[in-house]
């Protein structure tokens, strides 16, 4: 079964850290981009950032550029997202996607991503 599970999110307070991590099995994921996107109630699901099959491109939302860092290992197939500063808006259902397109771009667009995981709470009080 080809599925990706998210684990890492929580509870935690403005200014901390949270790792998320997204682990991926039943197929090998290193020749495919992924991403993370972020949702909350009565909002559609936003793009939060983006590496390549290499790790040698990746792409961040504006206002988490600077504070989360994406990065993936593909021998053990598996994509981290370590947010550093978190703030109360960044409160969420942070998911993995999975880009099986092989576009040499990154896409930002949740159409582009055909395989998802369940999701994990990410809540950030002020």
């Known amino acids: 079964q080809v599925q990706l599970v998210e684990s890492g999110g929580g509870l935690v307070q403005a200014g901390g850290s949270l790792r998320l991590s997204c682990a991926a099995s039943?197929?090998?994921?290193?020749?495919?981009?992924m991403g993370w996107f972020r949702q909350v109630p009565t909002k559609e699901r936003e793009f939060v950032a983006a590496?390549?099959?290499?790790?040698?491109?990746?792409s961040y939302l504006d206002s988490v550029n600077g504070r989360f860092t994406i990065s993936r290992d593909n021998a053990k197939n598996a994509v981290i997202l370590q947010m550093n500063t978190l703030k109360p808006e960044d409160t969420a259902v942070y998911y993995c996607?999975?880009?099986?397109?092989?576009?040499?771009?990154?896409?930002?667009?949740?159409?582009?991503?055909?395989?998802w995981g369940q999701g994990t709470q990410v809540t950030v009080s002020s």
């Open positions: 996607a999975a880009d099986f397109s092989q576009s040499r771009f990154i896409s930002h667009s949740t159409d582009s991503y055909s395989l």
């Open positions: 039943g197929r090998t994921f290193s020749t495919f981009a």
């Open positions: 590496i390549n099959w290499s790790g040698n491109t990746i």
